[in-house]
């Protein structure tokens, strides 16, 4: 069986702070074999130079006295200590003079060096107590048969190397002790602020779509999902309150004609009415559910505009001739209902979108002033380049006008000002002229007209301005 | 006429039908897909009326096997999907009209009223005629009674599927789609206005009206 770990072990975090540990301590671990074998080989090296100065020194008495010279060196040298080892030893093997006790039991190499211990009193120990002491030595014979021992006592040095030994593997135990903490705490750290944003994520998940991921504002990695993670809940949450208003508002404004029609034809089954009037509800109640389908219809094709497909088979067009054919279908209808109709329309203009979208805006925009201007008003299209060089279309009424304070709501789903609640339509018109201009980037102004003249209302002006086609 | 009705909603298909029976034409209903293309290959249909979205076979298969094959029967798709793209992807498939649901059962006759006549070995006609009034496609001229009566080019375009479709029952729709070419409704009667004028052209002067108005349908074009 396997005991479950603790959950920060589990981490991303800790898992890569681990390996970061590892990989420093053994990076480390290196550099310092690196440092005690360059140090403890220098040390090794120096004890050989000293120990070949020291022959050379020998070998020149040897050159000057004879036998007789060296012996006396050695003598001179070894009254009162020295850190020199010396022994000299005649063709029989007898020692002369020297510091050593005797030949150490140890086979020179072919160079005569060789690696031995002896004991050696402590200092100011005058005691039979003997430390064990290593040393490094040659065996030479310098002439006549005699051979020469010169030693270096390197106890010290080597407890030195010994103690960096200690040094650098306790160190690298540190490293990876400290790396091993430093990945715990790093990954509490995180998964802290993970857990935080999944404990957001979960809580969405159960509904309530108004907790945010907290944001540290260090702008690093997690600060930015937490950005993400909130904008994309900003997204949803308006989403959500869109789709709950649209509910709403359907229920508000279909309710009505609903129970409008269903009164009517109950009434009609009732008994008592006349064939006549059976009929007459009948047909009222088909004008009524058309009106409904109506609505239906324009909700379908805003959320159907508002999800973007279209946006795949935008072309660039120039927008005159379909503004002139929308002029031509509406002129009469404005004429007929005793407004003067003008248009003016640009060419060689450029925009990118949807020619049949285009003109269903443009349609939207020219029924709207035709039911909201009063008989013997002025209504005009106009195509232009506006003082920016962006495309605009704009159809402009001597209607009552919008209160500045509405003119962001009309173009709201459904939002129809009190005053026109009795009017026909879907109300749908102007929010459907805005999920066009949504989808195209364009910004749609709405604008008092050009003002009340000759007893008019201050009028509207509806204008859609396209983004500049670069 | 003979007409097939592909259609797998039967309220919907039995309500088709029952209008088109009283209109005297002889009708037949699959429900599916695939007993819609057998039915349609054992025996010869003057129409087609196919939904769209079909079990077994989808409606525009059916339609694209169909012209595989060599049927050549006009086909009227009925579809809920009533964008331009979809309108595009049915009359790629073989479609020759596209109604979109919901719709009256006055604007679906005139369509398979219209499609039947399309039907009628067509030579290129340049000139058209409905009683005495007389239209010139070469020379772009109509006549009346001996009288020359002028046009605006929409006008003109109006009076010309008018008078192809004469003693037919056109609607708003049909002429918005033909003649405009928009496949959106305007919520004011831009089409009636237009009608209007062209009927103080072709009408007023003269004592018989051949541009009638059908209630809750459209406006029929007849001598």
Known sequence: ?470 | MRILIIEDDREAANYIRKGLKECGHVVDHAVDGEEGLAMSRSAEYDILVVDRMLPKLDGLSVIESLRDEGVSSPVLILSALGEVDHRVEGLKAGGDDYLVKPYAFAELLARVEALARRRDPEVVRTKLVVGDLEMDLLARTVVRGGEDILLQPREFRLLEFLMKHSGQVVTRTMLLEKVWDYHFDPQTNVIDVHISRLRSKIDKPFDEALLHTVRGAGYRLQA
């Not at chain 1, 006349?274 to 009524?288: G, K, N, V, Y």
């Not at chain 1, 248009?343 to 039911?371: T, W």
């Open chain 1, 1 to 470: 069986m396997i005991r479950r770990l603790p959950s920060f072990v589990r981490t991303t975090a800790f898992r890569l702070t681990l390996l970061s540990a590892a990989l420093f301590a053994l990076s480390s671990f290196l550099i310092l074999a690196f440092v005690y074998a360059a140090s403890a080989g220098a040390a090794l090296q120096r004890t050989d130079a000293i120990i070949v100065d020291e022959f050379a020194a020998v070998e020149r008495r040897y050159d000057e006295s004879g036998i007789d010279g060296v012996n006396r060196y050695i003598l001179q040298r070894t009254v009162g200590g020295s850190d020199f080892l010396y022994l000299l030893i005649n063709p029989n093997g007898r020692l002369l003079s020297g510091n050593l006790n005797g030949m150490p039991d140890v086979v020179p190499d072919d160079e005569g060096w060789l690696d031995f211990v002896y004991g050696r009193a402590p200092a100011g120990d005058e005691s039979e107590a003997r430390d064990s002491r290593r040393a490094r030595a040659r065996l030479v014979e310098i002439g006549d048969g005699y051979s020469v021992f010169i030693g270096v006592d390197f106890e010290d040095e080597d407890r030195l190397i010994g103690r960096m030994l200690r040094a650098i593997l306790i160190a690298s135990a540190l490293v990876i002790a400290l790396g091993i903490a430093s990945g715990v705490v790093v990954s509490r750290r995180f998964s802290r602020r993970l857990d935080a944003i999944n404990t957001v994520a979960r809580t969405v998940k159960g509904g309530d779509l108004s907790p945010r991921a907290p944001r540290n504002g260090s702008g690093d990695e997690l600060d930015e999902l937490s950005s993400n993670f909130n904008a994309m809940l900003e997204r949803l949450e308006e989403l959500m309150h869109r789709m709950r208003n649209v509910g709403d508002s359907i229920a508000h404004d279909l309710r009505s004609p609903l129970t409008r029609m269903r009164n009517r034809m109950e009434d009609a089954l009732r008994a008592g009415g006349t064939r006549q009037s059976r009929h007459a509800a009948l047909e009222q109640a088909l004008i009524d559910s058309d009106e409904l389908l109506g609505v239906f219809n324009a909700i379908l094709s805003i959320s159907r505009i508002e999800a973007g497909d279209r946006r795949e088979s935008f072309e660039r067009f120039d927008p005159a001739p379909l503004v002139s054919d929308m002029g031509e279908l509406y002129e009469p209808v404005c004429e007929d209902s005793g407004h003067s109709f003008g248009m003016q329309v640009e060419e060689g203009l450029l925009i990118r979108g949807d020619r049949s979208l285009f003109s269903q805006a443009m349609a939207n925009m020219l029924d709207n002033a035709v039911k909201y201007t009063p008989d013997g008003g002025a209504i005009q299209l106009r195509l232009r380049r506006s003082s920016d060089g962006r495309a605009e279309i704009s159809v402009t009424d001597t209607g009552p006008g919008i209160p500045e304070a509405d003119r962001l709501r009309v173009i709201q789903r459904f939002v129809r000002l009190e005053k026109s609640r009795n009017q026909p339509g879907s109300g749908l018109g102007l929010s459907l002229v805005k999920a066009i201009a949504d989808v195209h980037g364009a910004e749609l102004r709405l604008e008092e007209g050009a003002g009340g003249v000759d007893g008019h209302g201050p009028g509207l002006r509806i204008a859609m301005i396209f983004p500049a086609d670069e």
